[in-house]
């Protein structure tokens, strides 16, 4: 077998598991607001349990009844025994696959009280997100209560049938908040140095242990590095020591993370390097004697085989790569690589459960919907009427619709004009050279395409005339740019290899016109981008934009909100802006502004019984908005 650790067997203190993936804790608001587990919640849990991990483990569930552990509207409670019933379903829906049961306690502490006016934690510390709600001060009888609250869940979670108790001690939440010296500045015995603060690390450890005995294994995931080292938190060595006093407790197994969700870097984006952090896992290996996990960055399963074989890590804990493909071990098992969906590392799933959404997938339409047959998480039903279907465009939509009509039996033919396949998505993976990554996706939609017999026609310019002899046209070839002036230029110009850097204005601030910034100030332009609008990048998601932000203003990017460009000549670029006109000196613009194809749809119709616009053709948004409406429009043909 092509990865022999990774689907070796395994063992959590006296549990055997059938291979090293474990599938890790993962929110996903899907729960109802008072806790109780949903029938969406335990068909995506079957699912991960389905595709072939040996351990699976439940999100975090926050164990008080006060509601200060809760971080979000839709996670699910274990507070009470009434809970029971509702957990044991997700226990039970695993088992049926064979895999082991995990069920995480998570009291999100500084970070929790979503439903409250404030969160509690060791000390006040004035919170650095202004998500979050103010702090208050725990009591001891409080503290006493926490213990006690973790103690109480553990119990229920072994009556609703699960195999291994995990408890969440990391990013900013009430285990983490207590080890960390930024937010413990307490003077009794659960402050002062490490070991202190550790105490009720250990205490919830030993209760628990003490409460489900040692058949139960209870493991814990803790900071490797808190990247706090700005604002005074604890040291590497003193994130290692944690390990140590964790296991000399009782854990049966350590989970390495990395950062908090407050630290000034960035930890699970493209531009952090696949296998980054290992590393961090392998000190912590070092110095404990019971199995290690990481999850942070490890995307694929060759990656994770090296890691095991190197002795990185005893088991790949995985997150958002099971979240865009919960088949990904079976499909590394039999040797489908090329047949897994990959995760893009664009972090929508974890942005949306800060606007209280449930979580979204990007390259995944159905996730969300494994428990409704007619979304095809399984299988596509097939079309009761075979169709020939023209697809103009070869960008993400246009791949999507493609593969997903021709898995429903429709004949389907593509046309792209270009000589390569990915539309936006190909200029996208060019801005850094992490975006690399996203050509993944491209690889794996073309693959999609071919194995669902799509006939892919490359280098081909489509007119309305082709669109005879087909039943349905769908125009999927992306946005029209508009050009405020003549000599402007458009985004795949201005990644020409020939352009010599000088002085560029971007007019348009939202995405593409945020790339087109920082691939032009990486190559030496001097850049300038022009905004209408009161602030830039509003359809960037917010883990990408800070840092987007930070490095243009580090290579000193001119951004100019609330301008309009008025008049261009001879290199004078005359702005209306706030305070009056202003005046820039240019050798370049770049045209950012986007519009649909609506206006193309007569000359289609002439030709074609039927036509469709996708994607940006039919509204210029986000990557996740034109492969979801692909999908969903193909699949209810």
């Known amino acids: 077998m092509k990865y022999c650790r990774l689907f070796s067997p395994g063992h959590i203190g006296p549990l055997r598991t059938k291979n090293r993936i474990k599938y890790a804790a993962t929110v996903t608001n899907f729960n109802y607001r008072n806790g109780y587990v949903s029938d969406r919640e335990v068909a995506y849990m079957e699912a991960q349990a389905e595709g072939g991990a040996g351990i699976v483990t439940t999100q975090g569930a926050y164990p008080d009844p006060k509601g200060e552990g809760k971080g979000f509207m839709g996670q699910m409670a274990i507070y009470d025994d009434r809970f029971i019933p509702g957990l044991a379903r997700i226990a039970e829906a695993i088992h049926r696959h064979g895999a082991l049961a995990a069920l995480q306690i998570m009291h999100c502490g500084r970070e929790g009280g979503v439903e409250l006016d404030y969160c509690v934690m060791p000390s006040v510390v004035p919170q650095r997100l202004s998500y979050f709600k103010p702090p208050r001060e725990m009591t001891l009888q409080e503290i006493e209560q926490a213990v006690r609250d973790h103690v109480a869940a553990a119990r229920r979670a072994v009556e609703a049938g699960f195999d291994i108790i995990e408890i969440s001690g990391i990013v900013g939440y009430l285990i983490s908040t207590f080890i960390s010296r930024y937010t413990n500045r307490r003077e009794d015995r659960y402050g002062g140095d490490l070991r202190s603060r550790c105490r009720l690390m250990v205490e919830v450890i030993q209760g628990i242990k003490a409460e489900v005995g040692d058949k139960v294994p209870v493991g814990i995931r803790l900071c490797g590095l808190e990247l706090l080292d700005d604002r005074g938190g604890n040291t590497p060595e003193e994130s290692l020591e944690t390990f140590k006093i964790a296991e000399e407790a009782g854990a049966d197994y350590v989970s390495v993370t990395i950062g908090w969700h407050e630290s000034a870097r960035s930890v699970i984006t493209r531009d952090v390097p696949m296998g980054h952090w290992l590393p961090v896992a392998r000190r912590v290996k070092e110095v404990v004697k019971i199995p290690v996990?990481?999850?942070?960055?490890?995307?694929t399963p060759e990656l994770a085989e090296e890691a095991?074989?190197?002795?990185?890590?005893?088991?790949?804990?995985?997150?958002?790569?099971?979240?865009?493909?919960?088949?990904?071990?079976?499909?590394?098992?039999?040797?489908?690589?090329?047949?897994?969906?990959?995760?893009?590392?664009?972090?929508?799933?974890?942005?949306?459960?800060?606007?209280?959404?449930?979580?979204?997938?990007?390259?995944?339409?159905?996730?969300?919907?494994?428990?409704?047959?007619?979304?095809?998480?399984?299988?596509?039903?097939?079309?009761?009427?075979?169709?020939?279907?023209l697809v103009v465009g070869g960008g993400p939509a246009g791949l999507q619709f493609a593969a997903t009509a021709a898995k429903r039996g429709h004949e389907v033919v593509l046309l792209e004009r270009s000589a390569e396949l990915g539309g936006s998505l190909l200029l996208a993976s060019k801005v850094e050279r992490s975006d690399e990554e996203l050509l993944r996706f491209v690889s794996y939609l073309k693959g999609e395409c071919e194995r669902s017999g799509v006939e892919l026609l490359v280098g081909r310019e489509a007119y309305p005339k082709d669109a005879e002899g087909f039943d349905l046209t769908v125009l999927a070839h992306g946005a029209r740019y508009l050009k405020p002036f003549p000599e402007a230029i458009i985004p795949k110009e201005a990644f020409s290899p020939s352009l010599t850097p000088g002085r560029a204005a971007v007019i348009g601030g939202e995405g593409v016109g945020v790339a087109l910034a920082l691939y032009l100030s990486s190559r030496g332009f001097q850049v300038a981008i022009i905004e209408e609008a009161p602030r830039i990048g509003r359809d960037v998601n917010p883990f990408y934009l800070w840092r987007y932000i930070q490095i243009l203003k580090k290579r000193g990017v001119q951004i100019l909100t609330g301008s309009r460009p008025l008049v261009l000549d001879q290199g004078k670029l005359l702005l209306s802006h706030p305070g009056g006109e202003r005046a820039l000196e240019v050798d370049l613009v770049i045209t950012a502004l986007r519009e649909d194809r609506s206006s193309e749809l007569q000359?289609?119709?002439?030709?074609?019984?039927?036509?469709?616009?996708?994607?940006?053709?039919r509204r210029p948004r986000r990557l996740h908005n034109s492969v979801h409406e692909a999908y969903r429009i193909a699949k209810d043909l």
Not at 293 to 299: P, Q, V
Not at 316 to 327: H, N, S, T
Not at 603 to 617: R, S, T
Request: aromatic residues 10%; proline residues 10%; positive net charge.
């Open 293 to 299: 996990m990481m999850a942070f960055r490890i995307f």
């Open 603 to 617: 000359a289609w119709m002439a030709h074609a019984p039927q036509v469709l616009l996708v994607g940006d053709a």
């Open 308 to 389: 095991l074989s190197r002795g990185d890590i005893d088991f790949w804990e995985v997150c958002r790569p099971m979240i865009a493909d919960p088949q990904l071990p079976k499909k590394a098992a039999e040797g489908r690589e090329h047949e897994i969906v990959p995760c893009v590392a664009c972090n929508l799933c974890f942005s949306r459960l800060y606007y209280h959404q449930p979580i979204m997938c990007t390259v995944r339409p159905t996730l969300g919907h494994e428990g409704e047959p007619e979304w095809g998480y399984r299988a596509l039903p097939k079309a009761p009427r075979r169709r020939k279907i």
